[in-house]
């Protein structure tokens, strides 16, 4: 069964400065998908950035990039020079099947990020 | 505006009430989604519709009942709620056929079940 685990409640950093988010998964599917999503204060959920498990590099977009280790199972989020727009809630999700049947995306419990200035 | 269109942003109802949550996307997209975010909970799948053609997470209580009239509009009608039902109710789309991209999503209803 699909399984996301994002084992950081809360984090704090300093404006400016990396961040990274922790997020663990599990499928036994060898074609998933895997997503950062972001959701500030006022409830949208914003797609940032995926990596399929055939994806050869680490996704990036912009200030995103995205640390895939598939031995690990882990895709933890790099977020570099934080804002402090960037204060919100982070999830992590999972889709099994690359290209078709995949309609399940499962999500962690989130991070919340806490950018301070 | 975002291409994922909810309403109402807000909702509160009574447990004997009937009312029903509009999504409507304006992106081409073929495949719809209901889902329902509580506190301290991830997110769970309730419906999914792809092509039109519903593909449903049989946890679901009855009392949730989706109607999806075409690829554009997805309905999530409630009645006789129980007050744990109380979350924000989140819609999103994606476009399946070409690979798995993220979800566009509304801004989501806020349900409060008294």
């Known amino acids: 069964a699909q399984k996301i685990t994002q084992t950081q409640p809360g984090m704090f950093v300093q404006e400016k400065e990396a961040v990274t988010l922790d997020c663990t998964y599990d499928?036994?599917?060898?074609?998933?998908?895997l997503f950062w999503y972001k959701q500030p204060s006022s409830g949208e959920m914003i797609f940032l950035i995926y990596?399929?498990?055939?994806?050869?590099q680490n996704a990036t977009e912009g200030r995103y990039s995205l640390n895939f280790q598939k031995a690990r199972k882990s895709a933890n989020l790099v977020i570099s020079a934080s804002q402090l727009g960037d204060s919100a809630m982070y999830f992590c999700?999972?889709?099994?099947?690359?290209?078709?049947?995949?309609?399940?995306?499962?999500f962690g419990a989130g991070t919340r990020l806490f950018v301070k200035a | 505006e975002t291409g994922v269109t909810q309403t109402p942003r807000h909702l509160v109802m009574g447990m004997t009430n009937k009312k029903s949550l509009k999504c409507e996307q304006h992106?081409?997209?073929?495949?719809m989604y209901w889902y329902k975010q509580s506190a301290k909970k991830p997110l769970e799948l309730m419906f999914v519709?792809?092509?039109?053609?519903?593909?449903e997470n049989n946890s679901v209580p009855s009392r949730f009942s989706p109607e999806c009239p075409n690829s554009s509009h997805l309905f999530l009608h409630l009645h006789t709620l129980q007050p744990e039902d109380s979350a924000l109710y989140l819609c999103?789309?994606?476009?399946?056929?070409?690979?798995?991209?993220?979800?566009?999503f509304g801004s989501g209803t806020r349900l409060t079940v008294v």
């Open positions: 499928t036994s599917d060898p074609s998933y998908g």
């Open positions: 999103a789309s994606s476009q399946e056929v070409q690979g798995a991209y993220g979800y566009t």
């Open positions: 999700a999972m889709r099994e099947g690359r290209y078709t049947g995949g309609f399940k995306t499962i």
């Open positions: 990596q399929g498990s055939y994806d050869q």
């Open positions: 992106l081409g997209h073929n495949a």
């Open positions: 519709y792809s092509l039109e053609e519903r593909v």
